[in-house]
């Protein structure tokens, strides 16, 4: 039986607990070894009855007196009581189950067993109870009894209706005999000894049935050596994946770009502001990565109003100086629209042919991509559909990689001759968590604002607070000032009681009359969104009701009040790019959370975002608060799917792994000489991507 054996044929198994099981991703066998407790418990001491206590949840062992079944009381005589009394040498307990009558058939007199489980006082205070107690029925002529649940520590799983601990433990158990002698440890044995980690069979076993000396609080924590090892070989895997990507892509003949830095030239005398030292030092790195032969893949890091569209900027127009076109990528057709507006201003006088191209356009935006006609052409993930061919594509940005993913990276990559890449994120990630989320990537952080950005004064609101608010708005606009009224829908929903953006739009036309408000949502058309946004800019408008279309928008510096309505309905990176909106002028700004009530993590958020104006803060809390499954969104990400590492809690892990990677990659690039882990790797990232090129 090898290990990707449907789970249906392991003992104890069947169809119907096959279709329970797959409830919890556990399909083949080694799907079962790598469901990992959430949780143990330690159940290695068996009490005496006698030195019980009541209310706290113990073990105890002893022979049975007897078993009854009856009806639990006169009125209900449908809802059967069992109950079961042991006895040792100190007295005497009774085991209690409602509606579980099939389990007087298990206890037989004189059996001896073992109980665990809550304590409480006898029937009018007589002698001590359990309701419910996890069993094991201890037989004496049979040495290889397991004690799975009860006189060890005992792992406690994720469940499914229908699928008890009892049952999912001896489920585990019997995948641990049928596939431990048949796993193969591919972790090569040098790094095996330096790093001194157990060996993979018994960290597999282990994790599920920890021998007595393990430590409890290591066992929970997941440090202890066994979860480590797993925990290791998971980010090795994925390490060694973004190693080989990396290698191949810099093995590769690139594009060795000659920008003459005349069109860059221009555009700085032309802008109204200073670079930063920040981004000077990043746009130094991307022209090093430029004018070398391989193929650039680096990563541009910014907080909200850093600066990172000018420095992809600048490195457009040193592609189009070297005669290519370069293209940018954008998640969302508003953001594509935006960063078409912000890029067309800046590129206008400089006399560049700017294209559009969003899933709505048609065959003439194709065509001037094709023939050359666009320098640079600015779209969604409409770029990469078969239609769309460039003529000599050499950059590609990509904003908010996070929400792409590596397979559609590689895709718009095929359009060009191994052109330059870089990914622009505004979700600050900590170091470490970025070394993984883009390993294969050079980083370069933008770590200053600029300095006309004053932090935001936040503060959290309830709806019985509105007055205050209204006072607000009615100060900044009186002063000439402009206001975002932001809301998490565009109209009305019959399902959820929320706020929306047209009732909202009428309300505030009707409080503040001599106002022009304006409404921007993600249904108008791209020449109406444009339009209104344009309006909004030139400052003919006061107060701009919007749902999250804005959250990252064209620059307005004299916008110094924005006002979230629902803020508990946000994440906090959300929350963080809709106040990113604000303080970009040299007025005081002012984000209003209006809360509505909500979760405890929704409280959390607010909380968060009232204390502080850091991007990296916001993100770590984001990080505790969510955890990091959902902070990255594996799906999106392209990364597999972790059963064992755990991001925040593994970063020394990550470093080790990371440093292990690289060097094995760099020794062995195909792992030639390592067949057996590369069959892993291979398994590991699945149809992901192509990790390594077949002939």
């Not at 407790?37 to 009541?54: C, G, H, T, W």
């Not at 070989?233 to 590769?252: P, S, V, Y």
């Not at 209204?470 to 929903?493: D, F, H, K, N, W």
């Amino acid at each position: 039986m090898d290990l990707l054996s449907p789970i249906q044929y392991i003992k104890g198994v069947g169809p119907r607990r096959a279709f329970l099981l797959q409830k919890l991703g556990i399909e083949t066998l080694k799907d079962a070894l790598f469901y990992l407790p959430v949780r143990y418990e330690d159940r290695k001491a068996i009490k005496k009855i006698i030195n019980l206590s009541f209310g706290e949840v113990q073990t105890v062992s002893g022979r049975v007196l007897k078993t009854e079944v009856h009806p639990a009381s006169p009125r209900r005589p449908r809802l059967k009581l069992l109950s079961v009394v042991i006895a040792d040498d100190s007295g005497s307990l009774t085991a209690k189950w409602f509606n579980q009558s099939y389990l007087a058939k298990i206890f037989k007199p004189s059996q001896n067993v073992i109980f665990y489980g809550p304590v409480k006082v006898g029937f009018r205070g007589n002698g001590f109870e359990m309701m419910n107690p996890e069993f094991e029925i201890i037989d004496d002529e049979d040495e290889d009894t397991d004690f799975l649940s009860t006189g060890r520590i005992v792992p406690v799983y994720g469940l499914t209706e229908g699928l008890s601990q009892r049952q999912l433990r001896t489920i585990i158990n019997s995948c641990l005999k049928n596939a431990l002698p048949h796993i193969s440890d591919p972790m090569p044995a040098e790094i095996i000894a330096r790093l001194g980690l157990p060996g993979l069979k018994e960290s597999i076993e282990a994790v599920h049935f920890p021998p007595p000396e393990m430590a409890l609080a290591d066992l929970n924590s997941g440090t202890s050596p066994v979860h480590q090892r797993l925990s290791f070989d998971e980010l090795f895997a994925l390490q060694l994946g973004l190693a080989a990507l990396k290698n191949r892509e810099t093995a590769q003949k690139g594009i060795s770009f000659g920008p003459t830095g005349k069109l860059t030239g221009q555009l700085l005398e032309r802008l109204p502001f200073k670079l930063t030292d920040a981004q000077k030092r990043v746009i130094e790195d991307i022209m090093k990565d430029m004018k070398a032969p391989a193929p650039m893949s680096r990563l541009i890091q910014g907080d909200v109003g850093s600066g990172k569209t000018i420095v992809a900027f600048v490195a457009m127009l040193a592609a189009v100086e070297s005669g290519y076109q370069a293209a940018i990528m954008a998640p969302t057709e508003i953001l594509a629209e935006q960063h078409y507006l912000n890029i067309q201003g800046m590129a206008d006088f400089l006399g560049l042919k700017i294209q559009l191209l969003t899933g709505s356009k048609k065959e003439k935006e194709y065509a001037a991509i094709a023939s050359g006609e666009a320098d640079i052409i600015v779209g969604t993930h409409a770029l990469i559909q078969e239609a769309v061919s460039f003529k000599k594509l050499g950059l590609i940005v990509i904003d908010e990689q996070h929400r792409f993913g590596v397979m559609q990276r590689a895709a718009l990559r095929k359009k060009g001759m191994n052109p330059d890449t870089i990914i622009m994120t505004a979700t600050p990630i900590p170091r470490t968590l970025a070394m993984t989320l883009y390993g294969d990537l050079d980083y370069s952080l933008i770590d200053e604002l600029p300095p006309n950005r004053k932090p935001v004064d936040t503060k959290v609101v309830r709806e019985s607070q509105k007055d205050s608010v209204y006072e607000m708005i009615s100060r900044e606009t009186s002063a000439g000032r402009q206001v975002y009224v932001v809301y998490p829908l565009i109209e009305e929903s019959e399902k959820i009681s929320l706020k929306d953006a047209i009732t909202g739009a009428e309300a505030l036309k009707k409080k503040f009359p001599e106002l022009k408000t304006g409404l921007i949502h993600g249904r108008l058309t791209s020449a109406a969104r444009e339009e209104i946004m344009r309006d909004f800019k030139r400052g003919e408008m006061n107060i701009l009701v919007s749902t999250t279309v804005i959250e990252v928008g064209v620059d307005v510096p004299n916008a110094t009040l924005m006002l979230i309505i629902h803020a508990e309905r946000f994440g906090l990176p959300q929350l963080h790019q809709l106040r990113g909106r604000v303080g970009r002028g040299a007025e005081r700004s002012y984000c209003v959370l209006m809360n509505y009530g909500g979760s405890i993590d929704a409280r959390k958020r607010l909380d968060i975002m009232a204390k502080t104006n850091d991007g990296f803060r916001i993100a770590e809390e984001d990080l505790n608060i969510r955890g990091p499954g959902e902070f990255f969104g594996t799906r999106q990400s392209g990364l597999p799917d972790l059963k064992a590492a755990n991001l925040l809690r593994d970063y020394k892990l990550i470093e080790t792994a990371r440093k292990e990677a690289f060097a094995l990659i760099d020794k062995d690039p195909s792992l030639s000489g390592h067949a057996k882990l590369r069959r892993a790797l291979e398994d590991f990232w699945g149809k992901k991507i192509e990790i390594f090129k077949t002939a």
